[in-house]
């Protein structure tokens, strides 16, 4: 019963390859997000869904295409994938009813050969 | 904009003793949320505590404890007693309050965490 669950968890693909990067939330919140955490560990918010909205795009290359079917899903396709494509993804998701925090899967590692 | 800094890259020590980890915060909203996150080296992110803008008080749970000082824009979070399990990245964030910000957060760079036996 994962709150925040994502999948795969490791993805190795060739560069130029089309992959996608799928996440599900039980929790009944509205918000969903990506962020990419790169090979320095630094975390940087890349999208954000309100409602099946988008509602914030960090300067992500358009390659980057987050999908949001329903409340509980945020895909994230990734075109033409590229070296530097290559970092941890981080889905979470957040209730914004009342100030509270997100909540995290547990990433997708992906590498790109 | 917001802006945090953990000036800690790496702190490493002995199993039992105590560990400060520092965070300092930039904003312009008066109202605001910080958060600290643990990423163990299983990678994924663990939520640790939230602390709104207006609220400062000192909160201690178990071996960990954190001193939110405004006037320092300081949010720093200590472990007493450390042990290997302690062992991880961990991060500070904030949030800016706010709809039109749909609440995306601002990470510091992580200090790495290494507790030895």
């Known amino acids: 019963d994962t709150a925040v669950s994502q999948t795969p968890k490791y993805l190795v693909t060739q560069m130029g390859n089309d992959k996608s990067i799928k996440c599900e939330q039980n929790l009944g919140h509205d918000t969903m997000y990506w962020y990419k955490q790169d090979s320095k560990k630094f975390l940087k918010i890349m999208f954000s869904y309100n409602n099946k909205e988008l509602i914030i795009n960090e300067t992500v290359p358009n390659r980057f295409s987050p999908k949001s079917p329903d409340k509980a899903h945020l895909n994230l396709h990734i075109n033409s994938l590229e070296l530097g494509d290559s970092a941890v993804y981080f889905c979470?998701?957040?209730?914004?009813?009342?100030?509270?925090?997100?909540?995290f899967g547990q990433g997708t590692r992906l590498t790109v050969v | 904009a917001q802006k945090v800094t953990q000036a800690q890259t790496e702190i490493s020590v002995v199993e039992k003793e105590d560990v400060t980890l520092d965070c300092v915060y930039e904003?312009?909203?008066?109202?605001?949320?910080l958060f600290w996150y643990k990423q163990p080296p299983s990678g994924e992110l663990v939520f640790l505590i939230r602390?709104?803008?207006?609220?400062?008080q000192n909160e201690i749970s178990g071996r960990y404890s954190w001193n939110f000082q405004k006037s320092t824009s300081s949010f720093n979070f200590t472990i007493t007693a450390s042990q290997v399990v302690d062992s991880a990245v961990y991060f500070c964030?904030?949030?800016?309050?706010?709809?039109?910000?749909?609440?995306?957060?601002?990470f510091g760079q992580g200090t790495t965490l290494q507790v030895k036996p």
């Open positions: 964030a904030s949030r800016a309050h706010g709809s039109s910000n749909t609440g995306k957060l601002i």
């Open positions: 904003t312009r909203d008066t109202t605001y949320y």
């Open positions: 602390r709104n803008s207006f609220d400062e």
């Open positions: 979470a998701s957040r209730g914004t009813q009342g100030n509270t925090e997100a909540f």
